[in-house]
């Protein structure tokens, strides 16, 4: 009987009886090792930890429930302090301190980062490689950002994003 790995379909050998021509499953130790974590409760921070891009994931008021060390270092931001802040607050788009707030300004209708979080949000689609320009205010004045986002949403109703530098 032949044994495969029931997550990543690797050959892991035979066993008896030989004879027979069928296949059973199993889980390799490569496969187990990246999986026990999750089976044993990985926060969501842990769960980022393992993509190498920035990448966040946000609930459905676009408030940030986790990102990686990656997407806080990327935006200068300690990974702790981002927990609960809008996104726009997060990446400190120059809107989001207007008076209406993060998502509420005649500005917020054009974000490509806002419109594919809300979109993935709403229709559960997955969006890859949607360009988008982050509007900063720094000292020296306006910086505009150019990002690449893709979008996933998760079982439990979050988005996860996934940030690549755009230029």
Not at 117 to 144: E, F, I
């Amino acid at each position: 009987m032949k044994i495969v790995c029931s997550y990543c379909r690797k050959d892991m050998g035979e066993k008896e009886p030989l004879s027979w021509g069928e296949t059973t499953h199993s889980i390799c130790d490569e496969c187990r090792a990246y999986y026990e974590p999750q089976w044993q409760g990985m926060t969501w921070c842990d769960f980022l930890e393992g993509i190498d891009r920035p990448a966040v994931i946000v609930d459905r008021d676009a408030r940030l429930r986790a990102c990686n060390a990656a997407a806080a270092k990327m935006l200068g931001r300690e990974a702790e302090d981002a927990r609960g802040l809008l996104g726009g607050e997060f990446m400190e788009c120059k809107w989001a301190r207007l008076p209406e707030g993060c998502g509420q300004t005649v500005h917020c209708a054009a974000c490509a980062v806002r419109r594919t979080v809300m979109d993935t949000l709403a229709t559960g689609q997955a969006h890859k490689n949607v360009p988008a320009v982050l509007n900063r205010q720094d000292a020296s004045g306006p910086a505009d950002v150019k990002l690449i986002i893709s979008t996933s949403l998760s079982a439990d109703g979050l988005v996860r994003i996934v940030v690549e530098d755009g230029k």
